[in-house]
């Protein structure tokens, strides 16, 4: 049985058993019509949640997963990547990627790019404590569309990643199970459907305050059958707030309550502080969460049970 740290197992079960009408119709159960999300640009902006979907954005991003970037760094080439091309088994040979250390891929959020903050400070993170490939998926092209039209083509990105992860097993013989994918916000649904391609069969799959406005009975969104582990770190999880405010993974951790975050006065900043604190634990690997046995527990920020560290690099981690 999956063990839960703050929600009942079977508050995620009844989650996933709500479909959606068809694969492009979003349901913003919970949220109000126009609310603020804010994008890789530090900026919130209005969104309108019953916007129409770019179905012709969606069906060209299906059909070429390309127009994704996946960008290489290793402690050769630590700060200037190297583009990995999928299908393409010369841009691997020619790389710098080691199949013989494990392979970490971080996905940014909504309006963001690989330039985004979350992606130098977790791959500095991983690249300082221990040898690895880090690669930095850039799927600018759909991030930066409307809002609707970015959630309802997760799902084909995801898949994408999955398919050239698949790619990278067959050409170099990196195995899943030492491949841990991360993923911020919208990132964090996409790096769940990427391991769902997989048959969750990659070692990790850790979802950095999955996104909330057009989630909450979404059928694609992360699952705890995702990876061999998964995790969600959840910072911004009020009912209606940026992160999703239920278990959604093996193990859920929500520091300080999981709703708002110490030092911070806006929703955007409990929502960043998810990748803040993930990036940290990898060099440190020292937050420690107790295991909750009710939802009360969780709001009060007052759990007690058994603990378990949040966070860090550990491809064997189980809770």
């Given amino acids: 049985m999956k063990t839960f740290f703050v929600i009942f197992c079977a508050t995620v079960l009844t989650a996933f058993a709500v ?5 492009f119709e979003l349901d913003h159960t919970g949220y109000p019509r126009f609310v603020e999300i804010p994008g890789g640009d530090g900026n919130m902006h209005l969104v309108d949640l019953e916007e129409p979907v770019d179905y012709q954005l ?3 991003v299906a059909r070429n997963p390309n127009n994704n970037k996946y960008l290489l760094f290793t402690r ?3 700060r200037n990547s190297q583009n990995l091309v999928m299908n393409d088994a010369n841009s691997i040979s020619r790389s710098n990627f080691n199949p013989n250390v494990p392979t970490v891929v971080v996905a940014h959020g909504w309006l963001s790019n690989q330039n985004t903050d979350i992606n130098p400070t977790i791959r500095n993170a991983f690249l300082g ?3 690895v490939n880090v690669i930095v998926l850039d799927w600018r092209r759909l991030a930066i569309s409307t809002y609707p039209t970015a959630v309802a083509g997760v799902p084909d990105v995801g898949k ?3 398919r050239f992860l698949n790619f990278l097993n067959r050409v170099t013989g990196a195995p899943f199970n030492r491949m841990h994918l991360i993923g911020f916000s919208l990132g964090a649904h996409l790096v769940g459907n990427a391991g769902r391609e997989l ?8 979802g950095l305050d999955p996104a909330g406005p057009l989630w909450n009975v979404n059928r694609n969104r992360f699952r705890p059958s995702d990876g061999v582990y998964t995790e969600a770190i959840h910072t911004d999880g009020s009912a209606v707030g940026l992160g999703i405010g239920s278990a959604v993974a093996d193990v859920d951790f929500f520091p300080n309550g999981g709703k708002t975050q110490p030092g911070c006065i806006t929703p955007l900043c409990n929502h960043n502080r998810a990748w803040e604190l993930f990036a940290s634990t990898v060099t440190r690997n020292h937050l420690v969460g107790r295991r909750c046995s009710n939802t009360s527990q ?3 920020d007052r759990c007690s049970g058994s603990s378990l560290n949040m966070g860090n690099d550990d491809l064997n981690k189980r809770g």
């Fill in 19 to 23: 479909p959606l009408k068809d694969d």
């Fill in 58 to 60: 969606l069906e060209d």
């Fill in 76 to 78: 050769k080439n630590p």
């Fill in 129 to 131: 404590k221990s040898d």
């Fill in 160 to 162: 994408g990643l999955g």
């Fill in 199 to 206: 048959g969750g069969r990659v070692a990790r799959v850790t």
């Fill in 298 to 300: 969780v709001n009060n």
